[in-house]
């Protein structure tokens, strides 16, 4: 069955350092995202991208942040600048097109000490 | 701004026991999404709602959909130790509308089932 993948499952960054995120959308998917959980808190919206560029953001999603699709199958999340309160699990999730169903990774766990 | 809520947040059962989880929602949708996360792990769908009266049943999980009254239920019948995890539904706006896909979800509902 098709899956979002992500790697790496974890990272240790330190304070200040740029960390990238990778994810594999689900080949026939249009519409990207990233989402963000705190630790012990709800799931955050974090941008949607659509036709190589972004669609939506959140107000989290500032200039620390930047999203690329490099390739034909990658999707990418950068953060800029780590600060500790960026340390969460960071997931990705693809649609085939806006209104159906998402589909999320296993998620990557940043951890800014 | 759509608000998502859910309750209880915290919800510890008696095996064999039925619950109910409820999810309230802000604005108009008529899509609905309920998601299981295990501890340290992602997402997990369990059931999509596209409609008013929408019902869905997986063994001894039930969603329904009411979006009249904006309110979804999750409804554990003979509540078993496999089910402790941490329930979410989460939202899509109404189609039409400018949202791309953008998911908003209530709190979570950590669901322990003992024995």
């Known amino acids: 069955e098709p899956e979002v993948t992500q790697t790496p499952s974890h990272q240790v960054t330190q304070m200040g350092q740029e960390v990238i995120l990778r994810c594999v959308p689900i080949?026939?998917?249009?519409?990207f995202y990233w989402y963000r959980q705190i630790l012990g808190q709800k799931v955050e919206f974090l941008v949607s991208?659509?036709?190589?560029?972004?669609?939506?953001k959140s107000e989290i999603f500032d200039d620390q942040f930047s999203v690329e699709r490099p390739d034909g199958s990658n999707f990418t999340l950068k953060i800029r600048s780590t600060k500790l309160e960026d340390s969460a699990m960071y997931f990705c999730?693809?649609?085939?097109?806006?209104?159906?169903?998402?589909?999320f990774g296993q998620g990557t766990r940043l951890t800014v000490v | 701004e759509l608000k998502v809520e859910q309750n209880p947040l915290f919800l510890s059962m008696q095996e064999g026991k039925n619950y109910t989880i409820y999810c309230n929602y802000s604005?108009?949708?008529?899509?609905l999404y309920w998601y299981r996360q295990d501890p340290g792990k992602s997402l997990e769908s369990l059931f999509v709602?596209?409609?008013?009266?929408a019902v869905k049943q997986e063994g001894r999980l039930m969603a329904s959909l009411d979006t009249k009254a904006r309110l979804s239920t999750l409804h554990i019948t003979a509540a078993v130790h496999d089910l402790s995890a941490t329930y979410f539904c989460?939202?899509?706006?109404?189609?039409?509308?400018?949202?791309?896909?953008?998911?908003?979800f209530g709190q979570g509902t950590i669901l322990t089932v003992h024995p």
């Open positions: 999730a693809s649609s085939k097109d806006r209104h159906t169903e998402a589909f």
């Open positions: 991208f659509y036709n190589n560029e972004i669609s939506e």
């Open positions: 080949s026939n998917h249009l519409y």
């Open positions: 989460a939202v899509l706006p109404n189609a039409g509308g400018t949202s791309y896909g953008k998911l908003t």
């Open positions: 709602l596209l409609s008013n009266g």
């Open positions: 604005t108009t949708s008529d899509r």
